[in-house]
């Protein structure tokens, strides 16, 4: 089975630029995770998907990221325009829905990794 | 309320050695503890898990020790190998939002052959 797939897996942009993220998670996986991992530190949750709809972005920078997941399976991650402080690298997740799923098992893709130079 | 932390920051052991590593919280509604482990250049992997109910749960040489008075909770890998050398973060979810983790900030293991 595959597991959640990124792209790309590096990117390197100039300061100001847009970029753009792409998730496909786990086939028949509900919730759908952005994390944000700076070097040497634990994932922070960005943005939380159940199937289409966000419940919980409080704490994704609005005014410059964005996501979406259309369908309620791929979801895209963007950021417009790019800081120096947004090099990191941007990790998805995802995990089954339903009240009867082990707490807490989420599988990751292996993220993308942002320059901003 | 809602860190989770964790140390040491790194951790250099010989091949054959027990592992510790360690993670205290203060927020008493957190109720789902798992570790996970990431290699370089790839995402994280859940490892173990502890509910707060037990004090101990054991899965072949990784064992996780939980203090609920104390709010702490540590991973023991035992005979460490250096397969086992990546970055472990533990972390914590809260009642009710059991796929809403708070990850430490991780421990880089280093096992020596």
């Known amino acids: 089975e595959a597991g959640v797939v990124q792209s790309p897996r590096y990117k390197i942009i100039e300061k100001k630029q847009p970029v753009a993220f792409w998730c496909n998670p786990i086939s028949g996986h509900n919730t759908l995770y952005w994390y944000l991992q700076n070097l040497g530190q634990g994932p922070e949750l960005l943005i939380r998907y159940e199937n289409e709809e966000a419940v919980d972005d409080s704490q994704l920078p609005k005014d410059r990221f964005s996501a979406e997941r259309l369908k309620g399976v791929d979801s895209t991650l963007k950021i417009q325009p790019a800081e120096l402080g947004d090099s990191a690298v941007y990790l998805c997740?995802?995990?089954?829905?339903?009240?009867?799923?082990?707490?807490?098992?989420?599988?990751f893709g292996e993220g993308s990794r942002l320059t901003v130079l | 309320q809602q860190q989770v932390k964790q140390s040491p920051q790194s951790l250099i052991v010989q091949k054959g050695g027990i592992s510790i590593i360690n993670c205290a919280y203060e927020n008493t509604a957190f109720d789902y503890f798992p570790w996970y482990q990431q290699f370089p250049g790839k995402g994280p992997a859940l490892l173990i898990a502890?509910?707060?109910?037990?004090s101990e749960k054991k899965e072949g040489r990784f064992t996780i020790s939980f203090n609920k008075s104390a709010k702490q909770f540590s991973l023991h890998i035992m005979d460490s190998q250096p397969g086992d050398s990546a970055t472990y973060f533990c972390a914590a979810s809260l009642r009710g939002s059991a796929r809403q983790l708070t990850f430490g900030s991780g421990t880089q293991l280093t096992v020596l052959p």
């Open positions: 502890i509910r707060p109910d037990v």
């Open positions: 997740a995802s995990s089954l829905g339903g009240p009867s799923v082990t707490p807490g098992e989420l599988f």
